[in-house]
């Protein structure tokens, strides 16, 4: 699965939410080191939450460290985990070799990094698509605003819907979550002003990994004529584009391009580019801006859309056969980069 089993989604807009602690055991690290390197030169480690394999997701944050380390000759290495007990052992490998930034993707590293920045004050942590709940000095952040790139897919449904209703499924009824559904209605009926809107949350308690409980809160909203749906489930996204295909409705997916998962159902993906997120953030650690929490949108090209990025003619999206809708979402994109037009964000409060 893209990102990882347990969501496919970007859960770690949850910057305040905890983790689960991890314990020591084995660990399953791999080193990549970068042939531009030169003794004495700036070194970056890399932790992910899970093996890279073909996760498109974490393969981003491995091209972005590697890039950083050309950029600034340095040496790059990359500890994969595989579990909650090597997520522990690689975090603590990595402090122990003393890179200029240690580098960590996802929501699981918050407690770990937290431990780590009050034990070692002098080693840089850089979080990506996370954040500690408590602010340190030697704790620099990324995260996205998802919703600006929900806001377009919102767009393209509203463009495509033939029935004039748009819905999503969306993980649980917050207003962190709601960053992936509330907005798609917004940029539905900013196209068309008439589209019914309406969201179906998949809760329960396994909200993450409920295939089934999603694909049933799809099918209420096809059962009542709405014809596109933001998946936005988690592990459940396919349970909607199951939901979809089948009612010969439409999809689409989150972080990375899920349109091979469902060719002809998912329309597009909100994609999350994490390699730009990881080289920038480093760029950042080095230049002495430390502790602080860098946001990537549209306007950074943090947040995108498969069809608005190269490639999308061989994407599988159903979205490259309707060039004309592209032509008028990259319109909506430049008036957000611009600044002319604000996505509002459901989870910022007022």
């Known amino acids: 699965?893209?990102?990882?089993?347990?969501?496919?989604?970007?859960?770690?807009?949850?910057?305040?939410?905890?983790?689960?602690?991890?314990?020591?055991?084995?660990?399953?690290?791999?080193?990549?080191?970068?042939?531009?390197?030169?003794?004495?030169?700036?070194?970056?480690?890399?932790?992910?939450?899970?093996?890279?394999?073909?996760?498109?997701?974490?393969?981003?944050?491995v091209t972005g460290v590697k890039a950083a380390a050309k950029a600034h000759n340095g040496t790059e290495k990359v500890f994969e985990s595989s579990d909650t007990a090597s997520q522990q052992q690689n975090v603590q490998a990595a402090v122990d070799a003393k890179p200029d930034v240690v580098v960590l993707v996802g929501f699981e590293f918050a407690d770990l990094v937290a431990q780590q920045?009050?034990?070692?004050?002098?080693?840089?942590?850089?979080?990506?698509?996370?954040?500690?709940?408590?602010?340190?000095?030697?704790?620099?952040?990324?995260?996205?605003?998802?919703?600006?790139?929900?806001?377009?897919?919102?767009?393209?449904?509203?463009?495509?819907?033939?029935?004039?209703?748009?819905?999503?499924?969306?993980v649980m009824d917050t207003p962190v979550f709601r960053r992936f559904s509330d907005p798609f209605a917004a940029g539905a009926q900013v196209i068309a002003p008439k589209t019914e809107t309406g969201t179906r949350f998949v809760g329960?308690?396994?909200?993450?990994?409920?295939?089934?409980?999603?694909?049933?809160?799809?099918?209420?909203?096809l059962s009542k004529g709405y014809d596109q749906l933001m998946a936005a489930a988690a592990a459940g996204n396919y349970g909607v584009?199951?939901?979809?295909?089948?009612?010969?409705?439409?999809?689409?997916?989150?972080?990375?391009?899920?349109?091979?998962s469902a060719p002809g159902t998912v329309v597009d993906n909100v994609i999350k580019r994490t390699?730009?997120?990881?080289?920038?953030g480093i760029s950042q650690v080095l230049g002495g801006q430390t502790g602080t929490t860098a946001s990537y949108g549209l306007k950074e090209g943090g947040i995108s859309l498969t069809g608005l990025e190269k490639g999308v003619a061989s994407s599988q999206c159903v979205i490259a056969q309707h060039p004309d809708v592209l032509t008028k979402v990259e319109a909506l994109r430049d008036q957000i980069v611009s600044g002319k037009l604000t996505v509002d964000d459901p989870s910022v409060g007022g």
């Open 117 to 170: 920045a009050k034990a070692h004050p002098k080693q840089q942590f850089l979080m990506i698509d996370a954040c500690t709940t408590q602010a340190f000095a030697n704790v620099s952040c990324g995260v996205f605003r998802e919703h600006e790139g929900v806001f377009l897919a919102g767009a393209e449904a509203g463009l495509l819907s033939k029935s004039g209703k748009v819905g999503a499924v969306d």
């Open 1 to 61: 699965m893209p990102r990882r089993s347990r969501r496919t989604l970007p859960l770690a807009a949850m910057t305040a939410l905890l983790v689960a602690g991890a314990t020591a055991c084995n660990a399953a690290a791999k080193d990549d080191a970068s042939s531009d390197s030169s003794a004495g030169s700036a070194s970056f480690t890399l932790v992910t939450p899970d093996a890279v394999g073909q996760n498109e997701f974490l393969k981003l944050a």
């Open 241 to 260: 584009f199951e939901a979809a295909k089948a009612k010969g409705a439409f999809a689409y997916g989150v972080d990375v391009n899920q349109c091979p």
């Open 204 to 221: 329960g308690q396994s909200p993450f990994d409920d295939s089934a409980r999603a694909k049933e809160q799809a099918n209420d909203l």
């Open 275 to 280: 390699d730009i997120a990881v080289e920038k």
